[in-house]
């Protein structure tokens, strides 16, 4: 067995929309080949969208864990005046961040400007391959 | 630092008294404008994992062999030195045996394992393979140059909308001649998950590749309704060094 760090892409494709993640949802799923922990995550949008003072605001969830965990302790957001479209603020929970190898990881988006689109979320993990 | 110590994800009973640590220095040398050229060293250093107590039972021992195995590469996690975070190394751990008669039978000293840590080679990545749109048959809808030779070791996959109809989107994934899939990967339109299913990785031939050799995703069939979109295949593998 070895540990080894990998960087899973999350796509949110076309207009975002506020809701958890989940099937048949159209925000990105992850089933976790093996057993690890969530070490990070980094993200960028296209589309920021309008309305000051607003932003997109991420959540990670393992949504296999019974009841589920939210991995974030912080949530991300994609601030709608930010200068770089990439995701702010985020803090992983490390009492929230492993996974078994099945586990599945959803993406929720808990708030949006108007008219957010097209995000891709790079989260690092940290998996024990076998 | 809080007393955790793991041997391939799976906590110790008996804990280890003290981790240390051994890092290489860097070198530092002087340059002719004042300056310094510090120079890191390739080692990756080493571990020293101590444990026992004066006179304890020789419990530990077993349990580490248990864990060992026979096998010598292994990965050890604690607690980092601020105690905010779990390192995880891989290791070599040397076997380990207890004397029979010093201080006295069935007791150890305390004993201190130095385990190098180990550069893992071939080296394990992840490659997506993502088609934003409306989804048809074909064979190299995705393509990725393979930077060195390697095998795979697993594929997954996710969708965005699975389409309407009957029937599945049904992928392979092949270097141009051969599949990789004995069993190619669906998304059958009444998956309760949007992820891929029932994909099978070759054994024999081993699914492995060249450097400079194109992987690509092929599309064998669709849902009645033409309408799955936004495909994303994640395929594990580990690289060599050429």
Do not use: C
């Not at chain 1, 975002?16 to 048949?24: M, S, V």
């Not at chain 2, 994992?49 to 590469?73: I, N, P």
């Amino acid at each position: 067995m070895i540990h080894q760090q990998f960087v899973i892409p999350l796509e949110l494709k076309g207009t975002i929309t506020t809701g958890d993640g989940g099937a048949g949802t159209g925000k990105p799923r992850w089933k976790a080949p093996y057993a690890g922990n969530v070490e990070g995550l980094e993200g960028w949008i296209k589309t920021l969208g309008s309305g000051a003072g607003t932003s997109t605001d991420i959540q990670l969830r393992n949504s296999t864990a019974n009841p589920d965990r939210d991995i974030l302790s912080t949530k991300g957001t994609f601030e709608v005046d930010s200068a770089t479209n990439l995701l702010e603020g985020q803090v992983v929970d490390a009492a929230n961040a492993s996974f078994a190898a099945g586990d599945v990881i959803e993406v929720d988006v808990d708030a949006i400007s108007t008219g957010p689109a097209d995000a891709t979320l790079y989260m690092a993990v940290g998996m024990f391959v076998d | 630092m809080a007393l955790t110590f793991l041997v391939d994800n799976v906590a110790m009973t008996l804990l280890p008294s003290g981790v240390v640590e051994l890092l290489p220095d860097p070198e530092v040398y002087q340059t002719s404008a004042g300056g310094q050229l510090v120079v890191h060293n390739d080692s990756p250093g080493m571990v020293e994992v101590r444990f026992g107590m004066e006179a304890s039972r020789r419990d530990w021992v077993a349990e580490l062999q248990t864990k060992r195995g026979r096998a010598l590469q292994h990965v050890i996690s604690y607690r980092n030195a601020a105690d905010d975070a779990l390192i995880h190394r891989n290791v070599y751990i040397p076997e380990v045996r207890f004397g029979r008669s010093i201080p006295s039978p069935n007791f150890v000293d305390p004993t201190t394992f130095t385990m190098p840590i180990v550069t893992i080679w071939p080296q394990p990545l992840v490659l997506e393979m993502w088609y934003d749109t409306t989804l048809t048959t074909g064979d190299g809808k995705v393509k990725v140059t393979m930077p060195a030779g390697g095998r795979i070791l697993k594929i997954e996959g996710w969708i965005h909308t699975l389409g309407t109809g009957s029937g599945q989107t049904r992928i392979q994934v092949s270097n141009g001649a051969t599949d990789y899939l004995t069993t190619r990967g669906d998304f059958v339109v009444a998956s309760a998950s949007n992820l891929m299913e029932s994909q099978a990785l070759a054994v024999s031939p081993a699914p492995t590749f060249q450097r400079g050799e194109e992987l690509e995703l092929d599309v064998d069939d669709i849902p009645s309704g033409a309408n799955s979109a936004g495909l994303q295949v994640l395929i594990y593998a580990a690289l060599f060094k050429v």
